[in-house]
């Protein structure tokens, strides 16, 4: 089955500072891989996604980066606010077997003022 | 619309105790599933359902049942409770053709 592994696990930034997280998967098949951020106690809320056909996605301070010969994305936050201060959890799926998502352990990002 | 809602928000249980998880969805999606996540880890697949009457096991099924009777419905059944079921369970649905998950609010479960 799929693997994602997800790095790092925490990260402090300052204010203003921008935030990089990388992900990496084993499965070759998978096609679909969407960015989810979690605040304390909250339900995890999809903020972007990318798929197999495309290199890069961005919508507004938030960019995704895929290298599928690679097999890892990457999550790139920009001018960090403190209300990104949240857990940011990557994930894979082949679209081909019921959108199955296999989940990193997830990155908590605290930005500082 | 409401979305993905889960009942109840928190449960305590005792061991060996039996409960059910209630999911229910009003986007008429075809996909359905049902996470658990432990404190400090990612979500982790237990069941999954692609229409009615249809459903398959995640990564991690041992220990619940799931139904799918209708297609707004979901509910997991724990039939013997453990201490290793304490977490926070997520159910999430999607359609078919767009792949994105949207998640109810969770079930805090406490097992002692």
């Known amino acids: 089955g799929e693997n994602v592994e997800q790095h790092p696990s925490t990260l402090s930034v300052q204010e203003g500072d921008s935030a990089v997280i990388k992900c990496t998967y084993s499965?070759?098949?998978?096609?679909?891989f969407p960015w989810y951020k979690q605040e304390l106690g909250k339900r995890p809320q999809l903020i972007i996604d990318?798929?197999?056909?495309?290199g890069e996605k961005k919508d507004q301070r938030i960019a995704v980066t895929l290298n599928k010969t690679a097999k890892h994305f990457s999550l790139h936050i920009t001018e960090t606010q403190p209300e990104d201060s949240a857990v940011y959890f990557c994930?894979?799926?082949?679209?081909?077997?019921?959108?199955?998502?296999?989940f990193g352990t997830g990155t908590r990002l605290q930005v500082t003022l | 619309n409401a979305g993905v809602t889960q009942t109840p928000k928190f449960r305590i249980l005792k061991i060996g105790q039996s409960m059910t998880l209630q999911c229910t969805q009003d986007?008429?999606?075809?996909?359905m599933y049902w996470y658990r996540q432990d404190p400090g880890m990612g979500l982790k697949l237990i069941y999954y359902?692609?229409?009615?009457?249809?459903?398959d096991k995640g990564e991690v099924p041992n220990g619940y049942n799931v139904s799918r009777s209708t297609t707004e419905d979901f509910p997991l059944r724990l039939e013997l409770a453990a201490p290793s079921q304490t977490s926070v369970y997520f159910c999430?649905?999607?359609?078919?053709?767009?792949?994105?998950?949207?998640f109810g609010a969770g079930t805090r479960l406490s097992v002692l």
């Open positions: 999430a649905s999607s359609y078919w053709s767009e792949n994105i998950q949207y």
């Open positions: 499965d070759s098949a998978s096609n679909y």
């Open positions: 990318i798929r197999s056909n495309v």
């Open positions: 994930a894979a799926s082949d679209t081909g077997t019921a959108s199955k998502l296999t």
């Open positions: 986007m008429n999606h075809n996909y």
């Open positions: 359902s692609v229409g009615a009457g249809i459903t």
